[in-house]
């Protein structure tokens, strides 16, 4: 397998030293307390989200910054790199990295009345040389941000370096109900990796994982259907033929006490499984994925995936809880720099720290970005694109195993749908 290029752009070891006089002005030490306490700055890049971080103030000009710390990361292809160095427009002709630093908080209501003040910004231009595809340190150190410069002004620590990130890109040739091809891109290349079998509830006898499942085999399949959703497989093969992963329902998707939907207090759930290296025509637990639907004024399936340690639920790692629109689809990413989930805000523990990982293949050692898949929302037509961090995988099978969890996020959007939205034309399309 050949891996496309990619860039890592992070900024960390942020710290703030703001002059005496200004910290002096909040005459109650609470003040100066929340004064600290609501430093932030704001990340962007053109052509990517704005991120927003926390700015730690030094309590004197003696202490050190946190050099290990990982506030931010951009990642970039070449297209990406391609854009950002096309001159912009007349007023803004070169891209740069902006770091805006904030006091204060936002208002919650419209706007009106905020209180955030700007106390400076770090603008740093992108360059033609971010594309050689080498490690580097593009800044490190401190700079004065401050708009008093006669007085001192607030000074920024950062550091900003690039470091190359190669990737396996892979795409579903079709939607994961129809049992589709998964080929790995390569520019305008298309290789054949994987195959991907789905199944509803009809399993061999010869099945191994039949000692996981359980499956009724009757003619009611149909109508059950109307009340959850169970019995769902996915199996990748390789192209010998050979199973080298797997994912399927554990606990049913059903609606919850007084509504249409699958809700947090009751998620669906799926087991993600690689074969056993120790025992032939077994199955080793990997992964648990649940997901259920958040109502709002546009609905999303949440989608929360622990690894786990030596197969069991205990000591399990949480390593990604995501958003992904019910309507438009979106991203599931797993990235272990990424310090607050995107739902709970809590920190994720490092793999490496967490319990024992041995027989679990290397798949999420080394931390920072392991993998991403992106679906479509209800209705649509899915044919999942996923991305593989080169260094997380070591054989065609860690790949498979990713396929394997993209293939159940994709589905999940689909067992997560509201129950009475569900018809006989629409079992029809799916090809039960």
Excluded at 75 to 94: H, I, Q, V
Excluded at 292 to 315: K, M, P, Y
Excluded at 324 to 330: C, D, M, P, Q, V
Excluded at 399 to 405: E, G, R
Aim: charged letters at 25%.
């Amino acid at each position: 397998m050949d891996p496309q290029a990619f860039i890592r752009l992070s900024v960390d070891s942020l710290a703030l030293r703001i002059p005496k006089f200004l910290l002096n002005s909040s005459s109650r030490s609470d003040e100066k307390k929340n004064f600290a306490a609501q430093c932030s700055c704001e990340i962007k890049l053109r052509g990517f989200p704005v991120q927003t971080t926390s700015v730690p103030l030094m309590p004197s000009l003696d202490a050190a910054p946190d050099h290990h710390s990982i506030s931010t990361s951009f990642y970039l292809e070449e297209s990406d790199l391609r854009a950002l160095l096309t001159p912009g427009c007349f007023y803004n002709p070169n891209a740069h990295l902006e770091v805006s630093v904030f006091t204060g908080r936002k208002s919650s209501h419209c706007g009106v009345g905020a209180k955030r003040q700007q106390i400076g910004m770090f603008k740093l231009e992108v360059s033609p040389e971010w594309g050689e595809g080498k490690p580097m340190i593009l800044f490190n150190g401190w700079i004065g941000i401050g708009k008093n410069k006669r007085d001192g002004g607030a000074e920024l620590h950062l550091r900003v370096k690039l470091d190359p990130d190669p990737r396996y890109v892979f795409q579903f040739e079709d939607v994961t109900t129809l049992s589709p091809q998964i080929v790995q891109l390569r520019g305008s290349v298309k290789q054949p990796i994987f195959s991907c079998k789905f199944s509803r509830d009809r399993v061999s006898q010869v099945d191994p994982l039949n000692g996981y499942w359980s499956s009724s085999g009757d003619g009611t399949e149909l109508e059950s259907e109307r009340r959850e959703r169970k019995g769902w497989k996915v199996k990748i093969h390789d192209l010998s033929g050979s199973a080298v992963a797997a994912a399927f329902i554990t606990t049913p998707f059903v609606p919850s006490t007084g509504c249409d939907w699958v809700a947090k207090s009751n998620p669906g759930a799926w087991l993600v499984v690689r074969p056993d290296p120790c025992r032939p025509n077994s199955w080793q637990p990997w992964g648990k994925l649940e997901a259920w639907r958040e109502r709002g004024i546009r609905d999303s399936v949440c989608c929360r995936f622990h690894l786990l340690s030596n197969g069991q639920e205990v000591g399990d790692v949480l390593m990604s809880e995501i958003l992904i629109s019910a309507e438009k689809g979106g991203e599931f990413l797993i990235d272990t720099d990424k310090q607050m989930l995107t739902v709970a805000a809590t920190p994720i523990p490092s793999p490496q720290s967490s319990g024992d990982f041995s027989g679990l293949g290397q798949c999420v050692s080394g931390g920072g970005f392991v993998m991403s898949s992106r679906v479509q929302g209800e209705g649509k037509s899915s044919k999942p694109v996923v991305q593989l961090a080169m260094r997380h995988v070591t054989c065609v099978e860690d790949a498979a195993i990713f396929m394997a969890l993209a293939a159940a996020v994709d589905l999940s959007i689909l067992a997560c749908k509201p129950f009475r939205r569900m018809s006989r034309r629409r079992f029809r399309h799916y090809s039960w």
